[in-house]
Structures are given as C-alpha cells and as structure tokens.
C-alpha cells in the first residue's frame, strides 16, 4: 500500500477516515478473533474529526510537553484507537493485523502505556476520566500549559460514581483544558443502558456537575467539528459533549443492536461489512501540531529531613507531613492531595507551606488516586493521603495504578484499632493486604518519627506503587537523625548473642514489643526485637537470621486482621528456603472491634505487651 | 428524673426537643473527651421534627416489619442519633453518659448495628445512602411493604461518587419510599465544602439525577416539618430534602467555625454551652406508630441443584448461574443483583428465570454491593456479581459489611491471567487478598461445575461476607454430582500410599496441576494432588497431612499475585502448628501481563502444568 500524508482534512474528507476507522476496527478484532467493533464504530466519527483536525499532537515526538493528551476511559474502544494509530502512521496495517490482542504483543486488549501514546491504562470503566482531570490539573495549574486532555467516556461508564467525582472536581478547579467526550450509543455489554438515548438527562447531570454541556449528533462531522471548535475558546467551564451515536455504525446488521457487544464481526460476514463501509483504505492523516511548549524542569536539591529527639513523643502521622515539607522544599515536582483530612493525616503542614501545590479533592477518594496518576503522568511526584480506612475506597484505582505503569505514593494514617474511641469504621485493618497485594508495589509501616520521615524520602525516588502506613497515637522516637532505612531493610533494636525468642513488630506493636522485651528479661527470658518497616518488601534474610538465631521461636504482631499483612509477609519470607523447626505466633486482630482507649483495644486484640509476652513463653514452654 | 412520654409533638414544642438533642449531645460528647458535637447540633431540628411527627416506629419492637428505617450516613453524628435514642426512652441518660465511646459498650463512636435500632454501620462516608437504597429497593420491591427509608447525610459526603450512584438507582428503581436529608451546615472536618452554602447547586444536581429536590431551612421546624410531610404523598419520585443548617447551632461561641469539627465542648465550657441552650430537659417522646404490616415468611423448599456429567466442559461462572436458578426455585429469598455483565458472570441465568427478583445495577459497583448490604439487612439472600477484578471498585463497602453484621455474597468472575486476550485491566489478581482479608470471611474458589454448585447453595446458607471466585474458561468436570464440598474442607484428587510431593491448586491450577501430575507419573514421581476449593478457611489439617505425608514437599499454584491468596492460606495453615522441614514452591503471578491466549499467559505466568511440574521436581532434586 502507499499513501499520501495528510495535514489535516477537509470536514467533507472526514467521513472517508471515519469510514477506514470503521474497517480497521473489524479488521483488527475479526483477525484477532475477539475485541469490541461495535463501541469502536460508534465513535468513530467523533475520532476521525478530533484527529484530523483538533488534537494538537506531534506523533513523531510522544514525549513532546505541547502535545494534548487522548485518554480512552472507554479502553474497549481500543481498536478505534490503534486504528487512529495506523491512520497517523504510528503503527502499521500490518502490526495492527497480526498484533492486536496476541501475546508479547503491544496492541493489548485494552490501551496501555506500553504505548508511547497511551498515557494510562483503561478498561476498567470510570477511570480514564478521573485520570485525566489529574493530567489537565497538572496542565492548568502546576504547568500553565497549553496542552489540551481529550476523554473519550462510554455511556455505560458514566454510571460509574467516579465519573462524578471527576466532574465534580474538574469544576471546582476550572479545568477548562479538559474536554470529555460521551460516546452516546445507548448499549451496553448486556443491553440498554439506565439513560438510554437522554441526552438531556446527560446533560442535566453535567451541568448539575457544573461543565459545560454541549449535545450532538455523533455522527454529523459538522456538528463534531463545532463542538470540538469549542475547545479553542473554552470559556470558564469543563467541555462535555454529548454525542448520540449508534453502536455498530457503519455495518447494517449489527447497528443498534443487543447482543453485539464484544463481538468481533465473523470472518464470514466480515467481507460484507467493508463492502458496506466502502472496502479498505489507507489514508496517513495528521492534525494540528502542539503549539512550542517546555516545560520548566527545575532541579531537586538535597532534602533536609526534620530531625527528632530520641524519646520525644510524635505521631508517625506528624512527621509525615514534617518530612513531606522538607521534600517540598528541596523538589519543585513533589506535589499533595488529601480526601478532606489534612488535619488528620499530616499533609496540613504541607498545605500551609505549599497551597499552590496542594490538591483538595475533598471527600472522594478514587478522584484522589486517580488525580494523583493523572499527575504522575505529568512527572508530578505526588503524595495522596486519607485514613488507611478510606482508601481502601480507591482499590481499583490502586489496582491498575501498574498497568499503568504510574509512580503512585499514597499515605493511610489512623491504623488499626490504636485509634480508640473513633471505632472500627475508622480503623484501617485491611490496608497492608490491599498494597501488598498490588503488583510490583512498596509497603512501609514505621513506627517512630525518625523512620517515617527517612521512609517518606525514599518513597519520592520509589517507582510504582508505594504506601506509607502512619499511627494515630504519638510514641517515642526511637532513632536518632541520620539513621538510615533502606527499603528492603529491617533494624534489630533489642538483641545479645544467645537470645531465646525473636518479636516482630511495626508500628504501635513494635512499641509493645519493646515492652514486652523488657518485661521477658525481667523474666530471665531474651528476646530479640525486630522492627519490620518495610513490610514489602520484607528483610527476609535479616529476619530469616533472627529467627534461626533464637531457635526456630518468633512472634508476630500486627494492628490489622491476620491475613496479607506483617504474619503473612514474615511467613513468605520465611518459607524462601526449606523451614527448618519453625515455631510461630502470629498475633493479629480478629473480631469486629468497638471503641475504646487505646490500652483497652490492644488488649482486647491480643497484640498488646502483655500478649506479646505471653506468646513468647508459651513458645518457650514447648 | 422523671418525664411523662408524648406521643407525638405539637410543631410549637419541637424546638425544646431539638434543645434537649443539642444538649444531650454535649453532654455525651463531652463527658467521652471525643465525638462530633458541633455535627451532631446542625441537624438537631430535622431529627426532632422528624423524630417526633414522621418517622413510623415502634420503639419497643425494633423487629417490627412495618417500623420506617432510619439510617445516619453521616455516622459521626452519632451523639445526635444516641440522643434521639434517649428521647424514646430506649436507652437511658445514664448510659449516654457513661457508655458512650466507652470500651465494652454499644454507644460506639459511630453506629453499628450493635444497636438493635441500627440497620447498617455506617462512619465511612457516602456509604449510608447506598445502604439505604437497598433497603429501599426491598420495601418497594420486593415486599411492597408501608414503611419508608429516611437517610441523614452529611454535606461533606456528597463528594463521594456513590452518592450519585445512589441517587441514579433510587430514581431508576422510583423509590419514593426513600427520603434522603442532607444536613448542608458547610463545614467539612478540615474547612468548607465544595459547594458550601450554594443550595442551589445541590438541587441542580439532585433533579439532574432524577430526585426531587426541596430546599429549606433546617433550623426552621415548620419548614421542615412541610419537607418530612411530602414522604406521605411522594410522588414519582425519590426525595431530597436540601437543609441549609449552621453546624453548632445553639452554642454561639462553636456555631458557623472551621476547626470545631470533631471536638467535644471542653469540660470548663459545657455550663456555658448548656445554658444558651436552656439547660438539660428530660423530653420523652414518641411519634407515630408504623402501620400495620409483617412480611411474607415463604418456607424454603430443599434446592435441587444442576447436575453435571464428569469429562463435560463447563465454566464455573455458568455453573453458578444454574446453581442460582436452583436456589431460587428452592427459596423466594434468593435475590441477585449484578454490575451490567450478568451475560458475563452467569448471573443471566437467573435474570432470565426470576427477572423480579434481579436487580441491574449498571456499571456501579460500590451501589451494588451496598444495595446487597440493605437487601441483607430485610433478610434477603442477596448475590452480587461481577468481574472479580471490577468487585476491588467496591472494596470499602466490602470491609463495612463486617461492621454492618449483615451477609454479603458475592462472586467474582474472570479470575486471573486465565482469561486471556482481553489483557490486565479485566483480569482479577489482587480479588483473594481483599476478601481473605475482610473480617470473618469465607472466600471459595471452585474448579469444577459440581463444586461450584454445591459451594454455591452453601453460600446461600453462610453468614458475614462469602466470595465466590469462577473462571472464564470451561473445564472439565471432575466431580460426581452428590459429592459434598464443606466449607472449610479440601478434596485430594490423586494419590497414593507413597507420595513424592503434594500439588495444590484451585480454579484453573487445579486442572494444570491434575495434567503437572499426569506428567510426573511418567516420570516416576508420585504426586498427591490437592484442590483447595476453600481457601479461607482453608482445610488446614488435611493440608498439613498432605505435606507432612510427602516429606515436607509442596507446590501451591495460583492465578493471584503472590500476596493474600491461596498460598499465603496453605502458609498460615503450616504455621499453626510448628513446622518441621518444610519445601514449599509458591507459584504465582508476578508482573504484569499483557494479552494472549490462557495457554500462553498461564506459562508466562509460570503457573502451567509444566512449570508446576518443574517445581515439583526441583523439590526432590535437593
């Protein structure tokens, strides 16, 4: 095949591009033998004409700053997508043939940033959007830059609460350069949707969410064309166009109908249906190119941790945000969000000092994640904290935080029942199993200021998915400045050359560890304290060479529910090489806690001093 | 002190209940030294207009079916919700003193359903709401019962996405017997909201999501009183009633301030404060009575479950969906409810069969499993479904459930890499973390259609929160129908009086492990192969027998990451009793993956026959 580049189109050559948009995208899943035609065939109207002729994108230079951004939050739709690939010349007919879908293939099944074009990983539905009011936040508020966020959403999708979140926030910050698209084509994977063809009930939403709405018939390129118009001249609200759209467009058996979702048309019907659309073409296309932008990309100096007396009292949840301050000072791109806790999770302190770089996403957590890869996207080092309790509320955002390849540094305070009287609706019990069930991910629990902070520092260098989890309660700090805390690492705080049993802990437990240490020895009974403050990964050798030192003897305790946590961390990294005559107590919350003091709720979970201890000799006792 | 119960209030006397409600949750707050007083006053009249004149309650018979439901979504005003409780007569003054926030007591920091007035936990925000229109879709639905559902939200919590979630389905499902109050008072924990005192901007989106909407002002009781009275004549719609209120209201040096969230009145300022509010008052006072009403009590009939024939192919996700239609027919109880991938997760089966008792909840999946919890909470035998990876979207509801003491089914489809083409962002790796980490939990990962349907009418009958995990592809059945698969318990499919080396699998390991052995036998290695359809609880005594039996050597294989899944189980199971010399191979997904066939991603992964097969021999080879 040859073609012939084009800049840009004619509105009358539109429909021709959306028309091979359309026969790529059966072409692509028919070959591959799965894949989602209908959602591409609706929007490709609304593609053809935002590529060829609105988004400013230097396809040559992904990586270019001016560049707008294109986020499918409808990642299904991918083989519209990698059909705009190939119309821009960026992928091949070829790789998009024999490449779509197949294994060790870039062409995924749902858009991922294994592709220098794709800024994060859609496919689970609600997420596109929310990450790109992240990226548009970093474009108007932390850049000024005059890159543009295009969101392609499904309909389906905006019955996704995040969708809202997202609206919501992208008002409240004027995000004027952020223009999302709904592809409005009435069906869903199992039928209609709730909305069906209501635009107008679109519409009420979205301007209820106070964006600007504006309603199209998505398959009317001059209708496109205007309300994509708008983008240039965005008055003072989000852009929302609504465009209805028929599912399957383009191909008459399978236009508007149920049961043709995810369906690649068969081979067999597959001839008849480029016949209607007019056959293959192989038009190169590009749009407008990104205005000259650079963005400013300041050095970091060193950091100046803040220091703490040994003995002095401080919640780790304080010197969170002391540490996040110091970082501040010394890195122009690390950045904060909070869920309407600041005061409670340490990040206040970084609002005082930085409230330019400081994101109030109120009480919505999954905008929060999202926002905060949205930024990451932009080389942001963001921070985004809440109670550990809530951000569970975010677990699918934590989840594709990977697969979308972001650094996502996220801090949880008020853990476990150490929290008292607020009760267990409060109380983060499940937190270390969600990060540490992440892939590729970093977990940290320190259990005194000094570490938190020097954990907070190496969190900004740490890629992927990294969780800081902070104390409620203030304990004493028990290093002094200078120390170090590598990731990976542990420190043995108690310890002689013939001890009996080994403690681990983190956290509040470590304190009671030390504790219960000093009440053994009074005993006659040694025991080697360990602090575990990274949790994943884990000191497995370290931990592996106390425990064999001390016969076989540990216990474990933890503020969290038994499973995914420190027990189960240890036990993993215990289980690396064949296990020899282990013996182990793990100690863990179980039962559905209530208020109390703090005394009264470590005790009532058996992970407090006294229980510690007692573990201890009954290990001895064996 | 003595009092003489009202039945009912005449509108003149509501402000001296509404006093004593400001009062008492002074008191209480402040005699605990926490709680959120200032919360609690702003929304003193609507609950004592409301208390007193609207909501249908039999205070002694918390059980009754006709009884209105009240649910606070804004948890922390739990000193209001308790001082309406004294103003009952159901709890005492002594207690609100002395209990309140105490270790050991049922006044907890914020509701649960300890309480037997209380329906569902609440305290995370955004969460009540939800609840509520489960409850909601019961009395409107499925009982087309009298009584109404009233939900106090807090202004702060319209933040959360699951708010409008909420919203959409109680206008989709008309649930005029919803009432939701939403106490704007325009201070959050940490400052203002959002949208502040912009009532018009919370009604804009109300009506855009199909409610009704009715401003007033929540100080004014006739006002309020005029709002409660339409949930009489509802209309066509939910209600929403906006109420600009002043958060402290009634103690003039708190009222309208930033940092008074959360903080008791102190001790030297609680004589003050009562004295603007007119001192203590006793008020006992009742409201109507709920109509007469009880429920239909329909007997279960014994379930016949499908059968299947051993050799024959079939996913576990469509044996749920046979299984489902069979308890329905068996129990008019069983309800289902799904997150518009019914034709996806099997669920379509029962939609087919049984379409008035299905709920769609479109893609919202936190209001899916939050209209589970309120269906729960009238006694239905709620399952909910969706992708297991989409089911993460909902992972704080999941850790409420536990607090909330109700039954939560849910089953998870499209587990692991297992699924193949449609890439990362669809499959489900992190699902065995979350729900072996909820407190109390039985997590079940059938490999067959005979094990799922049994484990499925087992569910049916399985208190707290139950997770059913099924597999996209159809494998061959391997179990007789009649076989009994107790929770709890594990079936040893292959072995002999000799073993080498234990195999555990579950859901697509198992088969790969049955093939792992087949190809050891040929090799001369005897393998005993274990399917661990319980992963929590695990069968840890059988496991423990199993590898005790084969010298210490075991390979457990999952598609999960490596964290909280069925091999950190198999661990914990080891580890309770001390360890003697063992060899265990973890094999488990790490990375991420991309597309391909189920064949090529279960190698890449590592998790095949072959490579459980290398595993086992590079235990006895050291």
Redesign the interface.
């Known amino acids: 095949m040859s073609a012939t580049m084009h800049e840009g189109l004619d509105l009358s050559q539109i429909p021709e591009l959306a028309a091979q948009l359309r026969v790529d995208s059966i072409r692509a899943s028919t070959a ?4 989602h035609p209908t959602s591409s065939m609706s929007a490709a109207d609304l593609l053809a004409t935002l590529v060829a002729r609105h988004l400013r994108y230097d396809w040559d230079h992904p990586e270019a700053d001016g560049n707008d951004h294109l986020i499918f939050s409808k ?1 299904h739709a991918s083989p519209l997508l990698y059909s705009v690939y190939k119309a821009t010349g960026v992928v091949s007919d070829e790789e998009l043939m024999t490449g779509y ?6 062409l ?3 858009p ?1 940033p ?1 592709l220098p074009w794709v800024d994060v ?6 997420q596109g959007l929310p990450d790109g009011v992240g990226v548009a936040l970093s474009g108007k508020h932390l850049e000024q830059a005059p890159y543009r966020v295009w969101v392609l959403c499904g309909d ?2 905006m ?7 997202a609206l ?1 926030k992208a008002s ?1 910050y004027g995000l004027t350069n952020l223009v999302t698209l709904v592809d409005v084509n009435r069906l ?3 039928g209609p ?2 909305l069906g063809w209501d635009l107008d ?1 679109y519409a ?7 964006a600007r709405a504006v309603i199209i018939d998505g398959h009317d390129v001059s209708q496109i064309d205007d309300a994509l118009a708008q983008a240039d001249d965005p008055g003072d609200r989000p852009l929302v166009i609504l465009a209805r759209t028929v599912k399957g467009k383009g191909y008459s058996a399978v236009e508007d109908q149920e049961d043709k979702h995810g369906k690649p048309i068969p081979q067999d019907e597959e001839e008849e249906a480029l016949r209607e659309l007019g056959g293959e073409r192989h038009l190169l296309v590009r749009g407008p190119r990104p205005p000259a932008y650079t963005r400013d990309r300041a050095e970091a100096r060193p950091v100046q941790l803040p220091t703490f007396e040994v003995g002095e009292e401080l919640a780790t949840r304080k010197a969170y945000g002391k540490a996040l301050v110091a970082l501040g000072h010394a890195d122009p791109r690390v950045v904060a969000l ?1 869920g ?5 999770t340490g990040t ?1 302190d970084f609002v005082a000092e930085f409230p330019e770089r400081f994101f ?1 996403m ?6 929060m994640v999202a926002a905060a890869t949205g930024l990451s996207v932009r080389g942001h080092i963001a921070f985004a904290s809440s109670f550990a ?2 951000l ?2 975010a ?2 955002f934590v ?2 935080a ?2 979308s ?1 972001v650094d996502l540094r996220m801090v949880g305070s008020h853990a476990g029942v150490e929290i008292g ?6 109380m983060g ?2 937190d270390l ?2 990060f ?5 991910s970093t977990v940290l629990y320190p259990s005194d200021a000094t570490s938190t902070a020097a954990l907070v520092e190496q969190m900004a260098a740490t890629s992927g998915v990294s969780y800081l989890r902070t104390t409620r309660g203030g304990y004493p700090v028990l290093y002094e400045a200078g120390e170090e805390f590598p990731v990976g690492g542990s420190k043995t705080l108690v310890s002689s050359a013939s001890d009996d049993v080994t403690l681990i802990g983190a956290g509040v437990t470590l304190h009671q560890a030390l504790s219960a240490a000093a009440t053994l020895a009074e005993q006659g009974i040694r025991a080697r304290v360990i602090d575990a403050y990274s949790v ?1 990964p884990l000191d497995a050798e370290g931990i592996r060479a106390a425990v064999d030192a001390t016969g ?1 003897r540990v216990v474990v305790a933890e503020d969290h ?5 420190l ?3 240890v ?2 990294a215990l ?1 690396t090489e ?7 107590e ?1 100690l863990a919350v ?3 806690p ?4 703090t005394a ?2 470590l005790d ?1 979970a058996g992970i407090d001093a006294a229980h510690i201890a007692a573990a201890a000799r009954s290990l001895l006792e ?1």
Chains 1, 2 share one sequence.
Do not use: C
């Not at 019955?159 to 809202?164: D, L, M, N, R």
């Open positions: 591959a033998g799965s894949g990642g879908r197949r294994f060790d293939q870039r995924e099944g749902h991922t294994v990983a859609t496919g689970s539905l609600g389906s999708e019955a996704e609460g995040s969708v809202w979140e919501d409240h869903g994977q199992r949707t709730d009930a009420a939403r979205v301007e209820g969410f106070g909070d309407e806790v600041s005061n409670s206040g109030e109120y009480i919505a957590e999954q905008q309790a809530f569970t509320r677990a699918d989840r594709m990977p697969v390849r009287a607020d009760g267990p609706s409060q019990l499940e199993a969600l540490a069930a992440t892939q590729g994943k076989g529910h038994a499973e995914g946590g027990g189960a961390a036990l993993a289980a064949s296990i020899q005559d282990l013996h182990l793990h179980d039962g559905v209530g208020s109390g003091s009264e709720l009532w064996v």
